[in-house]
Nanobody
Framework: VQLVESGGGLVQAGGSLRLSCAAS????????MAWFRQATGTEREFVAT????????SYVDSVKGRFTISRVKNENTVYLQMNNLKPEDTAVYYC????????????????????WGQGTLVTVSS
């Protein structure tokens, strides 16, 4: 299994970016996916997750109303639309995936995820 992220970069505060993540390989079941981020000197934190069927999502409070996670139907490709970016959003963003028996399950715990991408850097300047 391989996860490949893209879409990071440098943006001014108030701007927008869209991250993409494509998962390839064989999964035992349907796949729930998520985005995490890690700023320098901090722990990797949960940002957003989406169920395998796309019907359920969850966000960390700090991004609610600004970020939107979505996925391509019947594909293991997930997006993170980030609007009104703030300097505190600066971090390396990681895509994660886990095989999920139930297509509506979501997971916010980092330890639940089996597969991780290499990360993409998002820098927001003030």
């Amino acid at each position: 299994v391989q996860l490949v992220e893209s879409g990071g970069g440098l943006v001014q505060a108030g701007g927008s970016l869209r991250l993409s993540c494509a998962a390839s390989g064989r999964f035992d079941n349907s796949v729930a996916m998520a985005w995490f981020r890690q700023a320098t000197g901090t722990e990797r934190e949960f940002v957003a997750t989406i169920s395998a069927n796309g019907g359920r999502t969850s966000y960390v409070d700090s991004v609610k109303g600004r970020f939107t996670i979505s996925r391509v139907k019947n594909e293991n490709t997930v997006y993170l639309q980030m609007n009104n970016l703030k300097p505190e959003d600066t971090a390396v963003y990681y895509c994660a995936a886990v095989s999920s028996y139930y297509r509506y399950s979501i997971y916010t715990n980092r330890g639940a995820y089996e597969y991780w991408g290499q990360g993409t850097l998002v820098t927001v300047s003030s």
